[in-house]
C-alpha cells in the first residue's frame, strides 16, 4: 500500500508557511514503513531539530481505480480516520532551497501516524466535505480543522492523483493540513479527535 499526501490543502496554512496558493493539488507519498506502529511512541530521529505534527483527514481507498472522475470518485472510499504527517521541518526546508524532493523530510520512519479506527461516513451520517477534527498537545488544542475548508475536495483530490497514480485497495491519502503546526518535543503527548471521536494518542520520546 501508499499513502498519498497532499500539500497545502487549506489556505490558512498554505500562508502560514510562506507558500503560494496553489492551483491545481500538489502530492507526495510516504512509504508504508513510514507508519507508526500501533501504541508505539514516537522518537524524534536524532538528524532533526524541528519536527512538526500536521493532522490530517485520512480517506482510506476501498478499490482499485485509474483516471476516476470527480464524480464517480466517492464510489472509492467509505471510512475516513485521522493521521498525523510529521515534518522535520528543517530538513524540508534545506530540501526545498535545493530544489530536492521532501522523502527525507516527510516519509521517514514512525513520520506517519494513522488512527486504528475509520469509521464509516454512514455512521457519522455527514458529508466528507463536513467533517471537523482538532489536535491537542498535552491537552491544549492547537490545531482545528473542517473538511470543508480545504481548497480541493476529496473528490477533485482522488480524480487528480489517479490521473497519475493507480490508486489501490487499502491505499490511505492524507488529506492537506489546516493551520496551526508547530513543534514537537520529548515527553508530549498528542491526541486527536473526528467528529468527537478520539482517534489519536502518541507519546513523543
Ligand atoms: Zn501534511
Given at each position: 500500500m501508499k499513502i498519498i499526501c497532499i500539500g497545502r490543502n487549506y489556505l490558512d496554512h498554505a500562508t502560514e508557511l510562506g507558500n503560494p496558493v496553489p492551483s491545481e493539488p500538489m502530492f507526495f507519498l510516504k512509504p508504508d514503513s513510514s507508519i507508526l506502529h500501533k501504541r508505539h511512541a514516537f522518537y524524534i530521529p536524532d538528524w532533526t531539530n524541528e519536527v512538526h505534527y500536521e493532522v490530517e483527514l485520512v480517506v482510506k481507498i476501498l478499490k482499485l481505480g485509474k483516471a476516476i472522475q470527480t464524480r464517480y470518485?466517492?464510489?472509492?472510499?467509505a471510512e475516513v480516520g485521522l493521521g498525523i504527517d510529521f515534518t522535520a521541518r528543517d530538513v524540508q526546508s534545506k530540501l526545498k532551497a535545493a530544489g530536492h524532493p521532501w522523502e527525507k523530510a516527510k516519509?521517514?520512519?514512525?513520520s506517519a501516524v494513522v488512527s486504528e479506527e475509520f469509521i464509516s461516513l454512514d455512521r457519522l451520517g455527514?458529508?466528507?466535505?463536513?467533517l471537523q477534527f482538532d489536535l491537542s498537545i498535552n491537552g491544549t488544542k492547537v490545531q482545528v480543522g473542517s473538511t470543508?475548508?480545504?481548497?480541493?475536495n476529496v473528490d477533485d483530490l482522488i480524480s487528480y492523483v489517479s490521473q497519475f497514480m493507480t490508486l489501490k485497495t487499502g491505499d490511505l491519502i492524507f488529506t492537506g493540513t489546516p493551520s496551526g503546526v508547530g513543534s514537537v518535543k520529548s515527553g508530549d503527548k498528542i491526541t486527536g479527535t473526528l467528529e468527537g471521536f478520539q482517534m489519536l494518542n502518541v507519546n513523543v520520546k
Open positions: 470518485a466517492s464510489r472509492y472510499y516519509s521517514f520512519d514512525g455527514k458529508s466528507i466535505q463536513n470543508s475548508e480545504m481548497i480541493f
